[in-house]
C-alpha cells in the first residue's frame, strides 16, 4: 500500500513524474487536472462550471474539487493505493483530506515537493504539447516525440493546453504562491515532506523519487 501526494508549482513535473511511478508501482494516478479537462472536453455539468476558472488560471472552488477526488477515491483500484497529482493545492482541501475525506482515515506516506525556479517554469509550460487521445506529455524541447506532432505511444496529435499561454501562466504562478505554497509548512510539520530538486533531467529525477520509494517498500 502506497499514497502519494505529488506537490509543486504549475510545470513543476508533477504530471510527468506521476505517471512513471503510477506504471512502475501499478498504482492510479488521480489528477485533478486530468479530471476537470476529461469534463470539459466531454462538456458535462462539471465542465461546464470549472471551464472558466481553469482558462483564467484561477483555482477551481475547494467545494468542487472535494467532490471530485471523493468519489475519485472510493473506486475499486484507489483501495490499495494511490497518487494524488494537483491535489491538495489549498489548506482547506488538505484539512478536508486529512479528516474525514479519504475513507481509511488514509495515511499519506510521502508528499513529494517538486521545486523548479520560477524562471524555468514559464520556459516549460510555453513548449508543452500534450497527447489528444492519451494524455501523454511532451515538450518541444526536453521531450520531444519521434514525429513532429504524433504521440509515440498511441499515434495521436498533439495539442497545446489553453491554459498553458503566458498571461494564464503567471496567473497560475501566483495562484500557486497564494494558495499552495503554505501546504508545504503544513506536510513539513506532519513530517511527510520529501523536496525534490525538479530542476534536472526528467531521468535522475525519476530516480531519485525511485529510491526514495524503495525506502518504503522495504
Ligand atoms: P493541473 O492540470 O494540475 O495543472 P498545474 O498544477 O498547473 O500543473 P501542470 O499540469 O501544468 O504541470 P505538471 O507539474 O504536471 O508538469 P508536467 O509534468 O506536465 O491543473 C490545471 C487547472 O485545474 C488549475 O489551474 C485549476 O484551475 C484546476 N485545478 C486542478 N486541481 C485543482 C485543485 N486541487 N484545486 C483547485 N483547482 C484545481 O511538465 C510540464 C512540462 O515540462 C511538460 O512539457 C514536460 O514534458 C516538461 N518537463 C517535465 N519535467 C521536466 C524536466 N525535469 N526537465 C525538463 N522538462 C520537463
Ligand atoms: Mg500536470
Given at each position: 500500500m502506497m499514497r502519494l501526494i505529488f506537490l509543486g508549482?504549475?510545470?513543476?513535473g508533477k504530471g510527468t513524474q506521476a505517471q512513471r511511478v503510477s506504471a512502475k508501482y501499478s498504482?492510479?494516478?488521480?489528477s485533478t487536472g486530468d479530471i476537470l479537462r476529461d469534463a470539459v472536453k466531454s462538456n458535462t455539468e462539471l465542465g461546464k462550471k470549472a471551464q472558466g476558472f481553469i482558462q483564467k488560471g484561477f483555482l477551481v472552488s475547494d467545494e468542487i474539487i472535494l467532490g471530485i477526488v471523493k468519489e475519485r477515491l472510493?473506486?475499486?483500484?484507489?483501495q490499495k493505493g494511490y497518487i494524488l497529482d494537483?491535489?491538495?493545492?489549498t489548506i482547506i482541501q488538505a484539512q478536508a483530506f486529512n479528516g474525514n475525506l479519504s475513507q481509511s482515515r488514509a495515511k499519506i506516506d510521502y508528499v513529494l515537493n517538486i521545486e523548479v525556479p520560477e524562471d524555468k517554469i514559464l520556459e516549460r509550460l510555453s513548449g508543452r504539447r500534450v497527447c489528444t487521445k492519451c494524455g501523454e506529455g511532451y515538450h518541444l524541447i526536453f521531450k520531444n516525440p519521434?514525429?513532429?506532432?504524433?504521440?509515440?505511444?498511441?499515434?495521436s496529435g498533439l495539442y497545446q493546453r489553453k491554459d498553458d499561454q503566458k498571461e494564464t501562466i503567471i496567473e497560475r504562478l501566483r495562484q500557486y504562491r497564494e494558495q499552495t505554497l503554505p501546504l508545504i509548512d503544513y506536510y513539513k510539520k506532519q513530517n511527510v515532506l520529501r523536496t525534490i530538486?525538479?530542476?534536472?533531467q526528467i531521468d535522475l529525477i525519476s530516480k531519485k523519487i525511485d529510491d526514495l520509494l524503495s525506502g518504503l517498500r522495504a
Open positions: 508549482a504549475p510545470g513543476a498504482l492510479p494516478q488521480v472510493a473506486k475499486d483500484d484507489c494537483g491535489f491538495p493545492r519521434l514525429k513532429e506532432n504524433i504521440c509515440d505511444k498511441c499515434g530538486n525538479g530542476d534536472e
